[in-house]
Protein backbone atom coordinates (compact mmCIF):
# COMPACT_ATOMS: atom_id res chain seq x y z
CA UNK A 1 0.00 0.00 0.00
CA UNK A 2 1.47 3.21 -1.18
CA UNK A 3 1.75 5.82 1.31
CA UNK A 4 2.10 9.83 1.48
CA UNK A 5 3.73 12.88 3.32
CA UNK A 6 0.75 14.70 4.78
CA UNK A 7 2.06 17.86 2.79
CA UNK A 8 1.36 15.95 -0.54
CA UNK A 9 -2.30 15.67 -0.09
CA UNK A 10 -4.75 18.00 -1.41
CA UNK A 11 -7.61 18.64 0.52
CA UNK A 12 -10.45 17.76 0.71
CA UNK A 13 -9.58 13.88 0.99
CA UNK A 14 -10.37 11.28 3.45
CA UNK A 15 -7.28 9.85 4.67
CA UNK A 16 -6.13 7.31 6.86
CA UNK A 17 -2.85 8.02 9.40
CA UNK A 18 -1.06 5.05 10.33
CA UNK A 19 0.41 6.05 13.06
CA UNK A 20 1.57 3.84 16.39
CA UNK A 21 -0.21 5.69 19.19
CA UNK A 22 2.67 6.34 21.27
CA UNK A 23 4.22 8.65 19.15
CA UNK A 24 3.44 12.17 18.64
CA UNK A 25 3.81 13.43 15.19
CA UNK A 26 3.18 16.95 13.69
CA UNK A 27 1.17 15.06 10.83
CA UNK A 28 -2.30 15.37 12.50
CA UNK A 29 -1.72 19.33 12.56
CA UNK A 30 -0.30 19.42 8.80
CA UNK A 31 -3.71 17.09 7.46
CA UNK A 32 -5.41 20.77 8.06
CA UNK A 33 -6.92 23.35 5.45
CA UNK A 34 -3.94 26.21 5.46
CA UNK A 35 -5.73 28.47 4.11
CA UNK A 36 -9.61 30.46 5.36
CA UNK A 37 -11.43 29.95 8.48
CA UNK A 38 -11.62 26.37 9.45
CA UNK A 39 -14.46 24.52 11.77
CA UNK A 40 -12.27 21.32 13.44
CA UNK A 41 -13.79 18.88 14.69
CA UNK A 42 -11.48 16.43 16.86
CA UNK A 43 -13.79 13.13 17.80
CA UNK A 44 -11.93 10.78 21.01
CA UNK A 45 -12.40 8.44 23.22
CA UNK A 46 -12.85 8.78 26.79
CA UNK A 47 -11.16 5.38 27.92
CA UNK A 48 -7.90 6.81 25.46
CA UNK A 49 -7.60 10.04 26.91
CA UNK A 50 -8.34 9.88 30.88
CA UNK A 51 -6.20 13.53 31.38
CA UNK A 52 -8.07 15.36 28.49
CA UNK A 53 -6.59 18.92 28.42
CA UNK A 54 -9.08 22.10 29.37
CA UNK A 55 -11.09 23.35 26.22
CA UNK A 56 -9.31 25.64 24.80
CA UNK A 57 -10.64 29.41 25.24
CA UNK A 58 -12.21 30.88 22.28
CA UNK A 59 -10.13 33.76 21.91
CA UNK A 60 -6.79 31.11 20.94
CA UNK A 61 -8.36 29.23 18.12
CA UNK A 62 -8.81 31.00 14.88
CA UNK A 63 -11.85 29.26 13.95
CA UNK A 64 -14.89 26.91 14.96
CA UNK A 65 -13.69 24.33 17.20
CA UNK A 66 -15.69 20.92 17.81
CA UNK A 67 -15.25 18.75 20.65
CA UNK A 68 -17.18 15.00 20.44
CA UNK A 69 -16.23 12.84 23.18
CA UNK A 70 -17.09 9.04 22.73
CA UNK A 71 -17.47 6.81 25.19
CA UNK A 72 -18.39 10.00 28.30
CA UNK A 73 -21.29 9.91 30.63
CA UNK A 74 -21.32 13.92 30.03
CA UNK A 75 -24.92 12.88 29.02
CA UNK A 76 -27.04 11.68 32.02
CA UNK A 77 -26.55 10.06 34.74
CA UNK A 78 -25.83 10.84 38.73
CA UNK A 79 -23.94 13.96 38.98
CA UNK A 80 -23.59 15.10 35.22
CA UNK A 81 -24.42 18.60 34.47
CA UNK A 82 -28.31 19.56 34.10
CA UNK A 83 -27.68 21.71 30.41
CA UNK A 84 -25.53 18.34 28.95
CA UNK A 85 -28.62 16.92 27.27
CA UNK A 86 -29.77 19.82 25.39
CA UNK A 87 -28.70 19.84 21.49
CA UNK A 88 -25.02 21.49 20.62
CA UNK A 89 -25.27 25.52 20.19
CA UNK A 90 -23.16 25.27 16.29
CA UNK A 91 -22.99 29.22 16.87
CA UNK A 92 -20.62 28.58 19.76
CA UNK A 93 -17.17 29.03 18.85
CA UNK A 94 -16.35 25.89 20.72
CA UNK A 95 -18.85 22.73 20.44
CA UNK A 96 -19.09 19.97 22.93
CA UNK A 97 -21.02 17.02 22.38
CA UNK A 98 -20.67 13.14 23.42
CA UNK A 99 -22.06 10.04 22.74
CA UNK A 100 -22.17 7.75 25.78
CA UNK A 101 -22.16 4.51 24.30
CA UNK A 102 -19.19 3.73 22.03
CA UNK A 103 -20.84 0.69 20.64
CA UNK A 104 -23.39 3.05 18.97
CA UNK A 105 -21.59 3.49 15.70
CA UNK A 106 -25.22 4.87 14.00
CA UNK A 107 -25.00 7.77 16.84
CA UNK A 108 -21.61 8.21 16.25
CA UNK A 109 -22.16 9.20 12.60
CA UNK A 110 -25.01 11.08 13.02
CA UNK A 111 -23.13 13.16 15.76
CA UNK A 112 -20.28 13.59 13.39
CA UNK A 113 -23.08 14.38 10.40
CA UNK A 114 -24.78 16.92 12.57
CA UNK A 115 -21.40 18.87 13.23
CA UNK A 116 -20.73 18.80 8.96
CA UNK A 117 -23.97 20.01 8.25
CA UNK A 118 -24.25 23.17 10.26
CA UNK A 119 -20.72 23.80 9.77
CA UNK A 120 -21.55 23.42 5.68
CA UNK A 121 -24.68 25.50 6.03
CA UNK A 122 -22.15 28.26 7.49
CA UNK A 123 -19.75 27.67 4.49
CA UNK A 124 -17.30 26.56 6.92
CA UNK A 125 -13.93 24.43 5.50
CA UNK A 126 -14.06 21.34 7.58
CA UNK A 127 -11.68 19.66 9.27
CA UNK A 128 -12.08 15.75 11.10
CA UNK A 129 -9.60 14.25 12.91
CA UNK A 130 -11.17 10.72 14.37
CA UNK A 131 -8.75 9.30 16.89
CA UNK A 132 -8.99 6.55 16.43
CA UNK A 133 -10.77 3.46 14.36
CA UNK A 134 -8.81 1.59 17.05
CA UNK A 135 -10.59 2.62 19.92
CA UNK A 136 -13.66 1.85 17.89
CA UNK A 137 -12.75 -1.97 16.99
CA UNK A 138 -12.14 -2.98 20.56
CA UNK A 139 -15.76 -3.00 20.96
CA UNK A 140 -17.17 -3.66 17.92
CA UNK A 141 -17.33 -6.14 14.85
CA UNK A 142 -14.69 -5.02 12.17
CA UNK A 143 -17.07 -5.46 9.29
CA UNK A 144 -19.66 -3.15 10.86
CA UNK A 145 -16.36 -0.80 11.63
CA UNK A 146 -15.30 -1.09 8.00
CA UNK A 147 -19.34 -0.07 6.56
CA UNK A 148 -19.21 2.91 9.16
CA UNK A 149 -16.35 4.25 7.73
CA UNK A 150 -16.95 3.64 4.13
CA UNK A 151 -20.91 5.71 5.01
CA UNK A 152 -19.09 8.42 6.77
CA UNK A 153 -16.11 9.30 4.67
CA UNK A 154 -19.02 9.49 1.72
CA UNK A 155 -21.36 11.98 4.31
CA UNK A 156 -17.41 14.23 4.99
CA UNK A 157 -16.93 13.83 1.06
CA UNK A 158 -20.33 15.19 0.12
CA UNK A 159 -19.72 18.04 2.88
CA UNK A 160 -16.18 18.53 1.51
CA UNK A 161 -14.37 17.97 4.84
CA UNK A 162 -10.69 17.30 4.89
CA UNK A 163 -10.62 14.49 7.74
CA UNK A 164 -8.08 12.03 8.73
CA UNK A 165 -8.63 8.77 10.73
CA UNK A 166 -5.80 7.58 13.24
CA UNK A 167 -5.02 3.91 13.15
CA UNK A 168 -2.24 1.56 15.05
CA UNK A 169 -0.92 -1.05 13.31
CA UNK A 170 0.42 -2.70 15.94
CA UNK A 171 -2.86 -3.87 17.75
CA UNK A 172 -3.98 -5.89 14.33
CA UNK A 173 -3.42 -7.94 11.86
CA UNK A 174 -2.05 -7.21 8.54
CA UNK A 175 -4.89 -7.68 6.82
CA UNK A 176 -7.27 -5.61 8.72
CA UNK A 177 -4.98 -2.63 7.89
CA UNK A 178 -4.54 -3.67 3.86
CA UNK A 179 -8.75 -3.44 4.07
CA UNK A 180 -9.19 -0.40 5.82
CA UNK A 181 -7.05 1.45 3.66
CA UNK A 182 -8.78 0.88 0.34
CA UNK A 183 -11.67 2.90 1.59
CA UNK A 184 -9.67 5.70 1.79
CA UNK A 185 -8.39 8.24 -1.12
CA UNK A 186 -4.53 7.95 0.25
CA UNK A 187 -2.62 6.85 3.37
CA UNK A 188 -0.15 8.64 5.29
CA UNK A 189 2.39 7.15 8.02
CA UNK A 190 4.59 8.93 9.97
CA UNK A 191 8.64 7.74 11.06
CA UNK A 192 6.99 5.34 13.43
CA UNK A 193 5.88 3.08 10.41
CA UNK A 194 9.51 1.89 8.94
CA UNK A 195 8.23 -1.01 7.08
CA UNK A 196 6.25 -0.70 3.76
CA UNK A 197 2.20 -1.16 4.31
CA UNK A 198 0.31 -4.31 3.10
CA UNK A 199 -1.57 -3.51 -0.24
CA UNK A 200 -5.28 -5.63 -0.39
CA UNK A 201 -7.27 -6.55 -3.82
CA UNK A 202 -10.51 -6.51 -4.17
CA UNK A 203 -10.79 -10.24 -3.95
CA UNK A 204 -9.08 -10.40 -0.75
CA UNK A 205 -10.75 -7.30 0.76
CA UNK A 206 -14.15 -9.55 -0.44
CA UNK A 207 -12.92 -12.77 1.29
CA UNK A 208 -11.58 -11.00 4.01
CA UNK A 209 -15.23 -8.99 4.56
CA UNK A 210 -17.11 -12.85 3.90
CA UNK A 211 -14.71 -14.23 6.78
CA UNK A 212 -15.35 -11.57 9.69
CA UNK A 213 -18.23 -12.60 11.89
CA UNK A 214 -20.18 -10.38 13.88
CA UNK A 215 -17.64 -10.04 17.11
CA UNK A 216 -14.89 -7.81 17.44
CA UNK A 217 -10.98 -8.28 16.26
CA UNK A 218 -8.89 -10.00 18.94
CA UNK A 219 -6.02 -7.59 19.30
CA UNK A 220 -2.87 -8.72 18.53
CA UNK A 221 -0.83 -8.81 22.08
CA UNK A 222 3.11 -6.99 21.74
CA UNK A 223 5.72 -9.57 21.49
CA UNK A 224 8.07 -8.88 24.29
CA UNK A 225 11.41 -10.69 23.57
CA UNK A 226 12.70 -13.51 26.35
CA UNK A 227 16.27 -12.38 27.29
CA UNK A 228 18.52 -15.33 27.13
CA UNK A 229 19.58 -16.45 30.49
CA UNK A 230 22.69 -14.57 31.87
CA UNK A 231 25.61 -17.41 31.92
CA UNK A 232 27.21 -17.52 35.29
CA UNK A 233 30.96 -16.55 35.40
CA UNK A 234 33.42 -18.28 36.90
CA UNK A 235 35.54 -16.94 39.94
CA UNK A 236 38.88 -16.62 37.20
CA UNK A 237 36.54 -14.30 34.84
CA UNK A 238 35.64 -12.44 38.03
CA UNK A 239 39.37 -11.33 38.93
CA UNK A 240 39.92 -10.86 35.05
CA UNK A 241 37.05 -8.17 34.72
CA UNK A 242 38.28 -6.49 38.57
CA UNK A 243 42.03 -6.34 36.78
CA UNK A 244 40.89 -4.71 33.53
Same mark, same amino acid.
Given at each position: ??????????????????????? =? *???????????????????????????????????????????? !?????????????????????????????? &??????? *?????????????? *??????????????????????????????? &???? +??????????????????? =???? *????????? &?????????????? !???? &???????????????????????????????????? +????
Amino acid at each position: MESHPPTAIEPPANVLFVQETHC =E *SAACDELCHEDGPTAALTVSFADGQPDQPDHPEPAAVSGKVGLL !TIGTLLNGGEGSDPDADRDPDFDDPIVVDS &VRDPSDI *SEIGVAISRFCKHW *SDDGEQITVCFDSLDALLRGTPPKKVFQFAH &VLTD +RLESAEAYAHFHFDPTHHD =ERII *STFGTIFDT &VVTDESIDEPLPEA !TDEE &VERLLAEWTDEPAAEIEPTVPTPEPASEATDEEIAQ +RLEK
